[in-house]
């Protein structure tokens, strides 16, 4: 398949071969140069970014060749491969990682300090490569670390978005929105230049007979931008597996710009061509949880599938198989439904270009997909109109509505007495305007369906895709409890509380096996170790306290409960529910007298989390969660008693700051609403315990650590409906403190009320449809719980020992292989013993 090099070549060729450094003075010999030539600097205008810079290029330089060795490995075997199609990769910082990763971070810090840097000042100068929204964006980055880890193989596929999440600055309490120009300098990706797709847009059908009389169909005009590959090298964990995620950029087709127009004078709508192409991977969509139907992410989500499907079928075809061997050679995964054309692309590419017979390649495309569903929330569930499509695609509204015709022939055929079954699972909703439902569209083109924790998937077989059950059986619909990457979020971001768990276990062997945490079950009776524990802790806690007082300014005391919420603001997460928490806690404090108020234990309430730009209530949260602050960190009747603050701007690398210093984090989403969240996992690996409902995955984190370690609260899910129900047509009265806190928001405590006013008219005025007022009494009291259990440190101590040791569960490893088995059908590939730990 290589291109093989000539027998007088190859000489020169492996006689030349670097390999990337090898030691300490390699590594600098590599800065060195990269700084001098790469970067053309010198030794006296070396300052910590051009370090930065030379450092990653030198750690590049070895991930590429590995790179490289990997790609070749998984040809000549000819494996199988899994194909992970996400719009989102929420990679944070990479330097740290591949450091870590390939094992060479304390020989980097060395070389680095020899030639006069901090190594964590280094790594600081990286701009996070923030590509996604939350929770499914980061999902998706802890998978590709799994995946290159445990030896699949296996490729990511998504966007280049030159502008990424956006970065938030708070100003005056408020959240401002500015560009994420991250692109600036990014040595982590190659561009490929010469790895470009042609993407149709827009045209028409024709349709004609061929020689045996066939009806074929040609999708003609339009027009047509060009897809460019970037690839990100993701190195594993003490592998030399070295996977690939590849980012299509858009480019005009015509190349820079309209000659034509250039030499008629016509230079501005020259350039405008350029810039409309262009437009497509410009920016990432803010929204998380939230579809809102516009064109231009139709166009993003069909030029990256269309490109990676190009891309696919190439590498497949060079193999020379039949197409029937198609699914035992490709695994394609799609991230909830955005990748969903990906199904009628492959069905268009069969049929219309390589000539299969219809039920052939849908044979083939359903055996090759995979859909995972990441949430039950109405809102998030993507609908297209059918104009639109037909717009755009119409060749794929055709297939889109031939996929439909036999599905529902098939429906017919087993339920031939329902009425009503076939309006409700048809991929067309007969609305007006007429709808496409994607995750139908998913379901039926997929050999397999799953959820995201037990309850999750447990709910969309009983709610979303009841019929579906019906139709296609049970087995076609599966949980897979989502993980974490224990070497970002233990490893890296708690190197201290790393090196202690090591110390007991023996090795840190429990980063590729997760379950060895068991063994430090034995150690929650030793003294010494719960001492260094707790110290790290306070220690974490110091750090994040320095980095409060240098961003906002405030300064909180360290041996203070850290309490900690940090996640994209939505009502269902229930950010609201906390700062009325919050207030209600400021309200009783300055109830009290000034003894009284001493049995309080310090508390400081930290929030963080972005909030889509259009979304004018979690905006409110935001507002009020600021202005909450200015008041209670300057009432001298408080003083280290509560403090609140909201950390800006919170991202992947802020995420590594804050989770290792959390005594208690917040995941209280109304019961049924939460897919699975993630960072509760992430919080608990790092020695916090958490207050929640039983939700998404608290429920299996509690079924591992023992309810004994975890504050659970609040109504069930199996109750929610009931209760809406009675806000809406019987009595709705509120929490009599929930009512004081409205009270005291209503006379102005914090500020002119009618800023703040929307949050509590959904509460009172409204249905409360996320129950915050039914659950406040008992999040109330279960605080009070929490301050008890932190006033005996030894028993708080021992809790977050022994959840720790039964985390094992929890990582994306565990996941990984779940996938690879039961939906994948991939194997890893076996590989030399080599690289860390
Ligand atoms: C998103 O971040 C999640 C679901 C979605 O449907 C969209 Cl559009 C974005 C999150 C879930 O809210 C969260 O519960 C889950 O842990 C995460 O996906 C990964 O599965």
């Not at 970014?49 to 040809?75: G, H, K, M, P, V």
């Not at 209530?617 to 969660?625: C, D, G, P, T």
Request: aromatic letters at 10%; one cysteine or more.
């Amino acid at each position: 398949v290589e291109a093989s090099i000539p027998e007088p070549q190859r000489d020169a060729w492996t006689k030349h071969q670097t390999g990337g450094f090898k030691d300490k003075d390699g590594f600098e010999r590599e800065v060195v140069r990269h700084v001098e030539t790469t970067l053309a600097r010198s030794m006296f205008n070396c300052d910590e970014t051009a370090a930065y810079a030379a450092a990653s290029l030198a750690f590049r330089d070895r991930l590429i060749l590995e790179w490289n060795r990997t790609q070749q490995r998984q040809t000549f075997a000819d494996a199988k491969r899994v194909y992970y199609l996400s719009l989102e990769f929420l990679m944070g910082r990479a330097l740290d990682n591949a450091m870590l990763n390939i094992g060479q971070k304390d020989l980097a810090a060395a070389g680095l300090a020899e030639l006069g840097f901090r190594i964590e000042d280094v790594i600081s100068q990286e701009h996070d490569a923030a590509l996604g929204n939350g929770g499914l964006g980061r999902l998706a980055a802890c998978f590709l670390d799994s995946l290159a880890s445990l030896n699949y193989p296996a490729w990511g596929y998504g966007l280049r978005y030159r502008y990424g999440i956006f970065k938030q600055e708070i100003i005056d309490g408020y959240q401002v929105e500015v560009p994420d120009y991250w692109l600036d300098f990014n040595p982590w990706e190659f561009p490929r230049h010469d790895v470009t797709v042609d993407i149709q847009f827009y045209g028409h059908v024709q349709k004609s007979t061929d020689s045996s009389g066939k009806n074929v169909a040609h999708w003609e005009g339009g027009e047509i931008v060009k897809a460019v590959a970037y690839d990100v090298p993701i190195p594993g964990y003490a592998t030399p597996s070295t996977n690939n995620l590849r980012l299509w950029s858009s480019k005009a087709s015509g190349g820079e710009f309209d000659f034509q127009k250039f030499n008629n004078g016509d230079y501005e709508s020259s350039v405008a061509d350029q810039q409309r192409a262009e437009t497509i991977s410009a920016v990432l969509y803010p929204n998380d949880n939230l579809e809102r139907g516009k064109e231009l992410r139709l166009k993003q989500q069909y030029f990256w599938v269309a490109a990676s499907l190009y891309d696919i079928v190439r590498r497949f075809k060079k193999t020379k198989r039949a197409w029937k061997e198609f699914p035992e050679q490709v695994a394609i995964q799609l991230n909830d439904t955005h990748p969903t054309l990906a199904i009628v692309e492959l069905q268009r590419i069969l049929i219309d270009l390589e000539g299969l017979e219809w039920d052939e390649a849908w044979n083939i495309v359903v055996s090759t997909f995979g859909y995972t569903n990441h949430t039950v929330l109405p809102e998030a569930l993507e609908k297209w109109s059918v104009g639109l499509i037909q717009h755009l695609l119409p060749r794929h509204l055709q297939i889109i509505y031939d996929i439909n015709l036999f599905f529902l022939q098939t429906v017919e055929r087993l339920f031939p007495n329902d009425r009503d079954i076939l309006g409700r699972v048809s991929i067309i909703e007969e609305s007006n305007p007429k709808m496409v439902r994607m995750a139908f569209l998913a379901i039926v083109g997929s050999h397999k369906v799953n959820g995201v924790a037990e309850l999750h998937s447990d709910l969309i077989k009983t709610t979303i895709f009841k019929d579906f059950v019906s139709i296609f059986g049970p087995d076609k619909f599966t949980n897979v409890t989502n993980g974490v990457t224990p070497r970002r979020w233990l490893h890296q971001a708690n190197p201290k509380l790393s090196d202690l768990i090591a110390s007991k276990v023996g090795s840190l062997e429990f980063l590729r096996d997760l379950t060895l945490l068991n063994k430090i079950e034995n150690s929650v009776d030793d003294a010494a170790f719960r001492k260094e524990w707790a110290a790290i802790k306070l220690a974490n806690k110091t750090k994040l306290a320095d980095y409060i007082k240098t961003t906002i300014g405030v300064v909180v005391n360290p041996s203070a409960l850290f309490d900690v919420q940090v996640k994209r603001i939505h009502e269902y997460k229930r950010q609201q529910m906390n700062i009325f928490g919050v207030i209600h806690r400021y309200l009783t404090l300055k109830s009290l007298s000034p003894e009284e108020r001493k049995t309080f234990l310090p508390r400081v309430s930290i929030f963080g989390g972005k909030a889509a730009p259009g979304y004018w209530m979690a905006k409110q949260i935001i507002h009020l969660i600021n202005s909450v602050g200015s008041v209670v960190n300057n009432d001298k009747d408080i003083g280290d008693l509560l403090k609140v603050v909201f950390l800006e701007d919170y991202n992947v690398s802020k995420a590594e700051l804050i989770i290792p210093a959390s005594d208690i984090s917040e995941h209280i989403s109304t019961a049924g609403t939460e897919a699975s969240g993630t960072s509760n996992m992430k919080f608990v690996l790092n020695g916090g315990l958490i207050i929640g409902t039983c939700d998404g995955a608290n429920i299996e984190i509690t079924r591992e650590i023992g309810e004994n370690n975890i504050f659970l609260f609040g109504n069930l899910a199996e109750d929610v409906e009931d209760l809406r129900h009675t806000h809406t047509y019987g009595s709705h009265t509120i929490d009599p403190d929930l009512a004081k806190v409205f009270e005291a928001i209503e006379k102005g405590t914090f500020g002119d009320s009618k800023d703040f006013a929307g949050m509590i008219t959904a509460v009172r005025d409204h249905s409360d449809y996320y129950l915050v007022s039914d659950d406040f009494h008992s999040y109330i009291e279960t605080h009070a719980l929490v301050d008890e259990a932190y006033k005996n440190q030894e028993e708080w101590i021992t809790k977050c020992i022994t959840s720790v040791s039964r985390m094992g569960f929890f990582t994306s490893d565990r996941c990984i292989n779940e996938y690879a088995e039961g939906i994948w059908n991939i194997e890893p590939l076996a590989v030399e013993k080599a690289g860390a730990a």
